[in-house]
């Protein structure tokens, strides 16, 4: 089944530490985002990428990087400059990018600062 | 102001009745408007898209669009506590498949 996948679903950094969280996609799509999800708040957009070897900055990508090196995998990297990391981080992407596409998530990663 | 507006309840029904979830917008560029219903601890699913301007139904969901007043609407028939869950809406207004969302609104529907 085609779908996204990302991993781990539970993360946990500690102070001062890079953690790189997984997303893979095997739906063909050329799009792909990561979003942030603080709890009551709605999603917010970190980076996304709309080819391979290309990506802009969303709304808040400060403290963040990512790759698009494959069509099918999009990882994203929270370093220590990100000063309040722990979130629900949710990978998404679509076929295409106009305004008429639709966005499909994976599960998710909680990320935990202890 | 917000670019995608919603309030972010509960917002509290009983069973069979008819919820009424609102969301408005800034920027009247917007082409495509989306509806996520996102359960606690899980990732939002697509419920509902509209482009056009008026009603689209689909079962017991059913979505409004009235671009004049900046207003997207999703109207929930024959609620179930099933439906209990937050509401997001999302409107997409660039040529990236970007799509702003709202806080959410928490939906309760009560047996």
Avoid at chain 2, 31 to 39: A, E, H, K, N
Avoid at chain 2, 85 to 101: D, E, R
Wanted: proline share 4%; hydrophobic share 30%.
């Amino acid at each position: 089944d085609g779908g996204i996948t990302q991993s781990p679903k539970y993360l946990f950094r500690k102070e001062g530490q890079n953690v790189t969280l997984s997303c893979e996609q095997n739906l063909n799509h050329d799009a792909m985002y990561w979003y942030r999800q603080d709890p009551g708040q709605g999603l917010r957009l970190i980076y996304y990428s709309q080819i391979v070897n290309d990506f802009q900055k969303g709304d808040i990508a400060e403290g963040y990087s990512v790759s698009r090196e494959k069509k099918e995998s999009f990882p994203l990297t929270v370093t220590s400059a990100q000063k309040n990391p722990t979130a629900f981080y949710l990978c998404a992407s679509t076929k295409g990018t106009v305004d008429t596409a639709e966005a499909f998530f994976g599960q998710g990663t909680r990320l935990t600062v202890v | 102001q917000k670019e995608v507006e919603q309030n972010s309840g509960p917002l509290s029904v009983p069973e069979g009745a008819i919820a009424s979830l609102n969301c408005t917008y800034s920027d009247r560029g917007s082409q495509s408007f989306f509806w996520y219903r996102q359960y606690s601890g899980k990732s939002p699913e697509l419920i509902m898209f509209i482009y056009s301007n008026g009603d689209k139904e689909d079962g017991r969901f059913t979505a409004q669009l009235n671009k004049a007043s900046q207003y997207v609407s999703l109207l929930i028939r024959d609620s179930q506590p099933s439906d209990s869950a937050t509401y997001l809406c999302a409107v997409s207004t660039s040529n990236t498949g970007k799509l702003i969302f709202g806080q959410g609104t928490t939906l309760q529907v009560k047996p």
